[in-house]
């Protein structure tokens, strides 16, 4: 059974980089069935999708955040990673990890969720 | 961008009965629709995709139906454990777009 880990600093300054990595354990990341997700969710509120990778480095990104965001993939580790830059208080929010299917692309499984908080 | 709109905001009902939720897209997703269920704390759980597929280990009291732009979650014989926040999401365009709806809080009456 694949799971799902975020990981990472919880606190962040303005106009910093917050960087976050997912290990997937129980399955590979290089599987041809699914892509890799992060999703962020600010307190109180609803979900974001922010983007997606392929284990081949393909990257699919949210036009809101496309000039801030990046997403990239490390095969041997059977991670992958999320940079997001020039961070404000508007992106104070739990990140979520999650496995889009390829194809019916529902998120399934998702990781627990960590909190980031961006302050000085 | 697709929109999702939810409604409603909130649903108050009681336990041992039915609960209907529904979720508007701004264009067409055919069935490429998904349910999720979320408690305070947790992350979300897959609940429904393809509009009307239960996800692995999804109690049969959950069912979803609709296409295109009109989409129900309905939960029969509500238990206690079902009281949470619930979002739709539209995958059509996946890889390179997903939206979600803004929730339903489906509290206890």
């Known amino acids: 059974q694949v799971q799902l880990q975020e990981s990472g600093p919880g606190l962040v300054k303005p106009s910093e980089t917050l960087s976050l990595t997912c290990t997937v354990s129980?399955?590979?990341?290089?599987?041809?069935?699914?892509?890799w997700a992060w999703i962020r969710q600010p307190p109180g509120k609803g979900l974001e999708w922010i983007g997606n990778?392929?284990?081949?480095?393909?990257?699919y990104y949210n036009p809101s955040l496309t000039s801030r965001v990046t997403i990239s993939v490390d095969t041997s580790k059977n991670q992958f990673s999320l940079k997001l830059s020039s961070v404000t208080a508007a992106d104070t929010a739990v990140y979520y990890c999650?496995?889009?299917?390829?194809?019916?692309?529902?998120?399934?499984?998702w990781g627990r969720g960590t909190l980031v908080t961006v302050s000085s | 961008e697709i929109v999702m709109t939810q409604s409603p905001v909130t649903l108050s009902v009681s336990p041992g009965e039915r609960a209907t939720l529904s979720c508007r897209a701004s264009q067409s997703v055919s069935s490429n629709l998904a349910w999720y269920q979320q408690k305070p704390g947790q992350a979300p759980r897959l609940l429904i995709y393809g509009a009307s597929t239960r996800a692995t280990g999804i109690p049969a009291r959950f069912s979803g139906s609709g296409s295109g732009t009109e989409f129900t979650l309905s939960i029969s014989s509500l238990q206690s454990e079902d009281f949470a926040v619930y979002y739709c999401q539209q995958y059509t365009n996946w890889p390179s777009s997903y939206t979600f709806g803004q929730g339903t809080k489906l509290e206890i009456k």
């Open positions: 990778i392929y284990y081949s480095g393909s990257t």
């Open positions: 129980g399955g590979s990341i290089s599987s041809s069935n699914y892509y």
């Open positions: 999650a496995r889009p299917y390829y194809g019916e692309s529902r998120f399934d499984p």
